[in-house]
């Protein structure tokens, strides 16, 4: 790296700022004035979140060494994406990888032009802190002059190429939802290239053509420190479920449904940039298509229940297969032996992972969320009898399962304790972050 240009990028980055006027500003900094730019700041209202590992303690099991067994929330408004990354424990003391910056705005994009795609990586997540001052802005999506859509991760751009959709031959509309599937889309980081980001779709963006290719490289995210499995991490495959879904037949994409059009205080038509949860206008944006409303908000209130019902089930059978395994790992039993059963845990949990870390299957691909969940308990099961032939070699072994009662009962088992937790970041956030990085404080 050419350390004087480097020295220059924080200059770099406020010409680049200043050159495409409204394209990179604070959250809520005064400048947004049209009811358009009003309405993306307005994202910074939407800060309802829940504690998903509160509200199912066994995923701090599952997730167990990967990080989010730290902390997992459900996500919010998109003004939210810095400072959530910044003070969530999963970036612990900001020595990790700058690669957690690549999907929460323009900064992130902007600096990899500086040093690099393949280098952005190497920086830590510290050390990146002050280029982002922008989450997820105008210029994620918009080129400079404001008038097309771009999809600015160079990633993305790659993978979409590689699902024979490159965004440059889309119309509009699929350029649209190519605009948030450069971020909502599962992803890993790939050592071979400083741990850039990469989206694993060479053979394909299915469940199973992503473990494929998983398999292929003998890759793992993590080691499960109880049962030893090497695992793969599903991430937000928003795009993914979606692209198979009736709805992408059809047309119907993430700007139909999360950015309805709207009109201003002089009459003038706007896209509502306050991107959110669910729908605001039936009649104007489902009506075309579907009968009612309340049958609707119905249908997805069942789907939700049916997919939450399919994955408890599975998550038991991870839950248990993991301290099964790990209870015959301390026998003495070699990962060698348990092979298969170990590959069984893996393959199950990608495919729950997939289905459940998807916000907002049961609105966008339901059917595709309860296949996954069906093949995964399969193949858990199929696992544990595995697990459950060994065992029965060792009579005299009796296998702990943890109490995954509640959040603290989870850490425990696990062997996390949220004080220090807490404590690692908060000195991170005094020492590297406030005062250091302009406008941000915690
Ligand atoms: C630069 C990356 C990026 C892009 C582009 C992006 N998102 Fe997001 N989105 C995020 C992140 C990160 C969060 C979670 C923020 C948090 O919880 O702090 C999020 C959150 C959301 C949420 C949850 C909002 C809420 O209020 O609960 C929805 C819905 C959403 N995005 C839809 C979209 C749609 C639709 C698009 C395309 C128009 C899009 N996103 C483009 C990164 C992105
Ligand atoms: C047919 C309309 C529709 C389409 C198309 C659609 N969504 Fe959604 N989306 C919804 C609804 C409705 C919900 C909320 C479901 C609920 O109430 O739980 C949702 C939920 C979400 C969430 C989770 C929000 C949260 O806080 O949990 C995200 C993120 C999201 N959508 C992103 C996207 C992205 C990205 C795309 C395109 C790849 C997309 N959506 C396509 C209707 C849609
Ligand atoms: C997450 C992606 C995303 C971000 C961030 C984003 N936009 Fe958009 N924008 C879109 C999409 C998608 C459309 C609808 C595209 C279409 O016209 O088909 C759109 C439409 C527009 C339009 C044309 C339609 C209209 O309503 O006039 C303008 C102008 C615009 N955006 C400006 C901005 C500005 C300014 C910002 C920053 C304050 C911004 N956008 C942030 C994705 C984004
Ligand atoms: C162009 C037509 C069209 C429009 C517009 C449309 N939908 Fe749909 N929607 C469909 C079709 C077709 C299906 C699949 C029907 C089926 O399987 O019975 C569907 C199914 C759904 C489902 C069930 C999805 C699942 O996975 O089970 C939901 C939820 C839904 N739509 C929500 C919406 C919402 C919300 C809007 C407006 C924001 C909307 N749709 C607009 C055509 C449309």
Request: with cysteine; proline share 4%; hydrophobic share 35%.
């Amino acid at each position: 790296m050419n350390p004087v240009v480097r020295g220059l990028a924080p200059l770099m980055a406020l010409v680049a700022m200043g050159t495409a006027a409204q394209t990179l500003h604070k959250p809520n900094d005064g400048i947004a004035t049209t009811a358009l730019e009003q309405s993306w700041a307005a994202t910074a209202n939407n800060s309802e979140r829940h504690d998903l590992l509160a509200e199912r303690p066994q995923l701090i099991w599952l997730y167990a060494g990967s990080g989010y067994d730290k902390q997992f929330n459900s996500p919010r408004g998109h003004q939210f994406a810095i400072n959530d990354v910044t003070t969530i424990f999963r970036t612990d003391d900001g020595s990790k990888t700058a690669s957690c910056w690549t999907c929460k705005g323009p900064g992130a994009t902007h600096e990899m032009g500086l040093v690099g795609e393949g280098r952005f990586g190497l920086h830590t997540f510290g050390q990146m802190g002050q280029y982002m001052s922008v989450s997820v802005g105008c210029a994620d999506c918009h080129d400079a002059d404001g008038e097309n859509l771009q999809v600015s991760r160079p990633h993305a751009l790659k993978a979409m190429a590689k699902i024979k959709q490159p965004f440059a031959e889309q119309d509009r509309t699929i350029q649209g939802a190519q605009t948030c599937g450069q971020c909502h889309v599962t992803y890993y980081m790939q050592p071979e290239i400083g741990n850039g980001v990469n989206i694993p779709w060479i053979f394909g963006s299915t469940a199973d053509d992503i473990e494929k290719y998983y398999d292929t490289r003998q890759f793992y995210d993590w080691i499960h420190p109880v049962s030893g499995a090497p695992m793969v991490k599903a991430r937000h495959p928003e795009y993914e479920h979606w692209s198979r879904s009736a709805h992408a037949e059809m047309g119907v994409t993430c700007v139909s449904c999360h950015m309805t059009t709207k009109i201003d205080d002089k009459g003038r038509e706007y896209t509502d940039h306050n991107i959110q949860q669910s729908w605001q206008n039936f009649e104007a944006q489902c009506s075309s298509c579907h009968e009612s409303e309340a049958e609707l908000k119905q249908t997805i209130a069942d789907n939700k229940q049916q997919i939450n019902s399919a994955r408890a089930e599975v998550e038991q059978l991870l839950v248990k297969a993991h301290a099964e395994a790990g209870a015959l790992r301390q026998d003495g039993v070699q990962p060698r032996d348990m092979g298969a059963a170990l590959m069984g845990i893996r393959h199950a949990q990608w495919r729950w992972d997939f289905a459940v870390s998807s916000h907002g299957i049961h609105a966008h691909n339901s059917k595709e969320g309860l296949d996954l969940l069906a093949v995964a308990k399969r193949q858990a099961t199929m696992a544990r009898a595995r697990l459950q032939l060994l065992l029965e070699q060792r009579p005299q072994l009796k296998v702990q399962y943890p109490d995954l009662s509640s959040k603290l009962s989870a850490q425990q088992a696990v062997g996390l304790d949220e004080a220090k937790m807490q404590a690692v970041k908060d000195k991170f956030l005094a020492t590297e972050v406030n005062g250091k990085w302009p406008g941000w404080s915690f």
